[in-house]
């Protein structure tokens, strides 16, 4: 049986109302979005995909940063919804399966790629990565905010860090009523998609996860006052 792929048209409602409530933050306060921001650096003038946009949170920063943004999701209601909050229509959004080729009109199209939180959200991740690298320019970028792979192990979400696509319930998601589902793979199998993909490596950051950024469960293999860095950046260049 084939997963469901468009699992967040089911809790759009309720994952709309989690992201306005980050979007009441100033940017600077959001210590992984500043992350990935900083990350990305300057985009002014850049032509930009937004990969798995949501509602268009990210696509609507990057707009504001002067970058030329298209956002692409599976969800159409997500998707739906970021059409609400653009009424200009300055940003160009379309529903589309990133796991499936795009049309050749978006062959080395963009200047740079964005994901937050996405990646490890998706079953398909080598036809998502292909198509990335498919539609990047050479020298582009592709930059990824991720779950580190490794925080399977340490958050107590399961002892096998081995557990090759897995799909896990993401309990902070649940908590808001938003029950969807990552998997779970080995950095390595990561950056072997990453390269087959065409990519190369440019700089992993690995994000501080101070107590009160993550949800500590009776599970969680981490003593209080250490840190794990439960989250991490992959920045990468189109070859």
Known sequence: MQPKIDIYDDFASQYATMV??????EIKDDHFLSSFLAAI?????LTVLDAGCGEGYI??????RGANVTGMDISSRLVEMAH?????????????????PLPAAYQQHFDLSASFFVLNDIHDHRGFLS???????RGGRAVFFLNNPYSYVIRGLGSNYFDFNKAVLYQGLARAGVNVYFYQRTL???LDACFAAGFQLQRLVDVPSPEGTFARTSATLLPIGYQFPFCMILSLVKS
Do not use: C, F, H, W
């Open 59 to 64: 696509s609507r920063i990057l707009t504001r």
């Open 41 to 45: 650096g300057d985009v002014s003038g």
């Open 84 to 100: 609400a909050q653009d009424p200009d229509g300055s940003i160009n959004y379309q529903i589309a399966d990133l796991s499936q």
């Open 20 to 25: 306005a409530e980050r979007n009441k933050k």
């Open 188 to 190: 390595e199998e990561y």
């Open 131 to 137: 198509t990335l690298g498919s539609v990047i320019k």
